[in-house]
C-alpha cells in the first residue's frame, strides 16, 4: 500500500514564525501536491510539484512557498504565519489522477 | 477551469435508508476522470472510486453504487440500506490525465447516519 506521512498531526504556531510541513511518499510518484482543507470550502490547491526541483502554483498560493529536493519528500513552508493560515494541511502523491493521502496536519497559529 | 460542485452540504438520514450524494462538474476536457473520497472523523481521505469520462457504465461495489451521466456532467453516489460506519465527509473530485494530474475536488457533502 502507497504510505504518504506528514511529519505532524498537530501544530501550535506563533503569529511571525517560520513555519515547516513536511511530507514523505514511498512510491515514487512523481506528482504531489498540498491542499488545506476549511469547513465549507472544501479541498484548495496551494502548490503542487510535478518532479524534483519543478513546481507550480495551485488555487490559493499567497502566504506559501514549497520545496522539492528529492523525490519522496515535500515540504509547505509558511514564510509568516498568520491566523488565517490555521487550518487542515493535506498532502498527497498521485501516479494517474488518484491521489493518496497523508493524514493530515492541524495547524493553528496564534 | 474545472469545477465540481456539491450542492449538498448536510445530509442526515436514519439506519437502513438509502441516500444519495450529487456531484456535478464542468470541465473542457474531452477526457478526465471522477473521484469520490471518504473523509470518516479521523481525517484520512480514502478512495472510493475512479471513473474515466469515456465509461459511463454504472458501478456497484456491495452497498455503495454510482451514477454517471455525460449527458448531464452528474457523477452521483448512493449508499443503500446506510450504516452509523458510513457517516463522513464525501468529496467529489475531478481531474484530466493528462499534464499535471490536478484534482480538483468539491465542497464536500457531510453525512451523519443516525442509528
Known amino acids: 500500500d502507497v504510505k504518504v506521512t506528514q511529519s505532524s498531526r498537530y501544530l501550535v504556531k506563533r503569529t511571525g514564525e517560520k513555519v515547516f510541513l513536511e511530507c514523505v511518499q514511498d512510491?515514487?510518484?512523481?506528482?504531489m501536491f498540498w491542499y488545506r482543507q476549511d469547513p465549507g470550502l472544501g479541498l484548495r490547491l496551494i502548490y503542487f510539484?510535478?518532479?524534483?526541483?519543478?513546481?507550480e502554483k495551485g488555487d490559493i498560493p499567497e502566504g506559501y512557498s514549497v520545496s522539492r529536493e528529492k523525490k519522496e519528500r515535500f515540504s509547505l513552508i509558511l514564510e509568516s504565519a498568520s491566523t488565517n493560515q490555521t487550518s487542515m494541511y493535506l498532502c498527497?502523491?498521485?501516479?494517474?489522477?488518484?491521489?493518496?493521502f497523508g493524514q493530515g496536519t492541524r495547524l493553528t497559529v496564534v | 477551469a474545472q469545477k465540481v460542485t456539491q450542492a449538498q452540504t448536510e445530509i442526515s438520514v436514519v439506519e437502513k435508508e438509502d441516500v444519495t450524494l450529487d456531484c456535478v462538474y464542468e470541465?473542457?476536457?474531452?477526457?478526465?476522470?471522477l473521484f469520490w473520497y471518504k473523509q470518516p472523523p479521523s481525517g484520512e481521505l480514502v478512495f472510493l472510486i475512479r471513473?474515466?469520462?469515456?465509461?459511463?457504465q454504472n458501478e456497484i461495489s456491495g452497498r455503495y453504487s454510482w451514477n454517471f451521466q455525460k449527458s448531464t456532467s452528474s457523477f452521483n453516489f448512493t449508499i443503500t440500506a446506510s450504516q452509523v460506519v458510513d457517516s463522513a465527509v464525501y468529496f467529489c473530485?475531478?481531474?484530466?490525465?493528462?499534464?499535471?494530474?490536478?484534482?480538483?475536488f468539491g465542497t464536500g457533502t457531510k453525512l451523519q447516519v443516525i442509528p
Open positions: 473530485a475531478l481531474s484530466s490525465p493528462g499534464g499535471y494530474q490536478k484534482v480538483t
Open positions: 510539484s510535478y518532479d524534483v526541483k519543478m513546481k
Open positions: 498527497a502523491s498521485s501516479p494517474q489522477g488518484r491521489a493518496f
Open positions: 471513473r474515466n469520462s469515456f465509461d459511463e
Open positions: 512510491m515514487d510518484h512523481e506528482n
Open positions: 470541465t473542457r476536457d474531452t477526457t478526465y476522470y
